[in-house]
């Protein structure tokens, strides 16, 4: 079965330093997304992107946040300048048609600012 | 805005059905999705309603619709070891946007 595929599974930074968060969606699938998690909490939205532009960003993607489809397969999130409350698990999501089934979720990067 | 509430945590034993409830508040939600995470894993998708539905059910899951009190439960008949993990009930009003996720409800399976 396809697999939204992340790396790095773990990835330890320091405050201040920038960080690149991958995911490989499902080659057949158009949009993507970006969720992450803070122990202990909600599941967050953070973006979604089609068609080579962001579709829509909470509150939370400020201007410290990127994404970007550098190729015809990878999706990355960027973090500029990591802060300690960075520290959550990201998730990269995709789907075929814009999520109204569901998305395929990747295993998640777990980003521990220190 | 949109929010989705669950209690945090049921425990049930090997053998019983589990009932997970689910309320949110977004009355455009057009889709609602119930999902799993087991410990260390992604989220996965184990079923979904459409608003204009009052019930699905998919094997050992069903999944009940009230919209005029805007709750959701997913009965697991049966309930395994194995479906110890964490589910998450979540909506969308459709489209490419956003899904809103509840805060999880752990459930414990006792053999």
């Known amino acids: 079965e396809p697999e939204v595929t992340q790396t790095p599974s773990h990835q330890v930074t320091q405050m201040g330093q920038e960080v690149i968060l991958r995911c490989v969606p499902i080659s057949n699938h158009l949009y993507f997304y970006w969720y992450r998690q803070i122990l202990g909490q909600k599941v967050e939205f953070l973006v979604s992107?089609?068609?080579?532009?962001?579709?829509?960003k909470s509150e939370i993607f400020d201007d410290q946040f990127s994404v970007e489809r550098p190729d015809g397969s990878n999706f990355t999130l960027k973090i500029r300048s990591t802060k300690l409350e960075d520290s959550a698990m990201y998730f990269c999501?995709?789907?075929?048609?814009?999520?109204?089934?569901?998305?395929?979720f990747g295993s998640g990067t777990r980003l521990t600012v220190v | 805005g949109e929010d989705v509430e669950q209690s945090l945590f049921l425990s049930v034993r090997e053998g019983d059905s589990s009932v997970i409830n689910c309320t949110y508040t977004?009355?455009?939600?057009?889709?609602l999705y119930w999902y799993k995470q087991e410990p260390g894993a992604g989220l996965q998708l184990l079923t979904y309603i459409f608003s204009n539905m009052d019930m699905k059910q998919d094997q050992r899951l069903t999944v009940l619709l009230n919209k005029k009190d805007k709750h959701l439960s997913l009965r697991i008949a049966d309930t395994q070891t194995g479906d110890s993990a964490i589910y998450f009930c979540a909506e969308s009003p459709g489209g490419y946007q956003k899904v809103t996720f509840g805060t999880g409800t752990k459930l414990q399976v006792i053999p």
């Open positions: 992107f089609y068609n080579n532009e962001i579709s829509e």
């Open positions: 977004d009355s455009s939600s057009t889709y």
């Open positions: 999501a995709s789907s075929p048609t814009g999520g109204e089934v569901g998305y395929t």
